[in-house]
């Protein structure tokens, strides 16, 4: 059993040699997880750095691992060994992502600011699959940006996060200008359907925003909400037997409420 295992490995660890360490337990995937295990145990500062840092230099995603494995109050020298390594920034990120550390979210934010967008938009997905507050905080004042790039990137983001306060929040940007932000709003309300929205999607059935009263028709056809098919049948009959695609949408709602539940 790994925990076991990580007790005895918890004894030995003070009396082994870097040598040791290295080649008959860092390098063995079998001790992989009771050596994560075991980090989160060890009292002595000295040693948690010492194993570290010899599991950075056998493998940088153990080194990661067990950076994020050992006591909280050492997690920010560990994880700072990440920052002298010499590899590119995205490894670097990743790296900062996989110890999943509560520390590690200052260093990954740093990053948003970066003049590659590539760097940017990575760095504000990863956020979104944190469960931290920190992440989430720093996620939703971003949506204020006025980088429509950088908002997309938030909402898309924030999709990973379930909470009624963003829902709410990103469900104001169905009415914006920026057309861009209509697909990414549409995916992130959908992986996040709520009852408690329905409401706001009601009213915007009647938005003079062509995009917003599309999303709205789709997102209460695919709740089943039969309270809104007056007004899908309305919706429809504007076409005058020319169907748009917002009545295309309508039809397709309303053979969904109507439909057996599945």
């Keep these: 059993m790994p925990e076991y295992t990580a007790q005895r490995l918890l004894e030995k660890l003070p009396n082994l040699s870097d ?16 050596m994560a295990i075991a980090m989160g145990f060890v009292d002595d500062k000295d040693l948690a ?26 997690q920010q020298e560990t994880i700072s060994l990440i920052d002298n390594l010499d590899i590119p920034v995205l490894v670097r990120i990743r790296l900062v992502n996989q110890t999943q550390s509560e520390a590690a979210i200052p260093r990954v934010i740093k990053f948003i600011e970066h003049k590659d967008s590539t760097v940017s938009s990575k760095v504000i997905l990863s956020l ?33 996060i379930h909470s009624e306060e963003i829902i709410f929040k990103i469900i104001e940007y169905i009415e914006s200008d920026d057309f861009t932000l209509h697909s990414v709003t549409q995916y992130t309300l959908e992986q996040n359907k709520s009852e408690k929205m ?65």
């Design 19 to 34: 040598e040791q360490l290295t080649w008959d337990y860092l390098n063995d995937v079998l001790f992989t997880q009771p």
């Design 128 to 160: 979104g699959e944190s469960d931290s507050e920190i992440a989430k905080n720093k996620l939703m004042s971003l949506l204020e940006s006025e980088d429509h790039n950088l908002v997309g990137n938030t909402i898309a983001a924030l999709g990973n």
């Design 198 to 262: 329905i409401p706001r999607l009601v009213q915007l059935l009647n938005s003079e925003n062509f995009s917003a009263r599309t999303i709205a028709v789709i997102l209460l056809g695919e709740m089943r909400y039969s309270p809104a098919v007056p007004k899908l049948i309305e919706i429809i009959d504007e076409g005058e037997g020319e169907y748009g695609d917002l009545q295309e949408k309508a039809v397709i709602a309303l053979s969904q409420i109507n439909s057996p539940a599945g």
């Design 49 to 74: 750095l010492r194993v570290v840092k010899l599991a950075f230099d056998i493998d940088l995603k153990l080194g990661a691992l067990l950076a994020g494995k050992v006591k909280q109050e050492w």
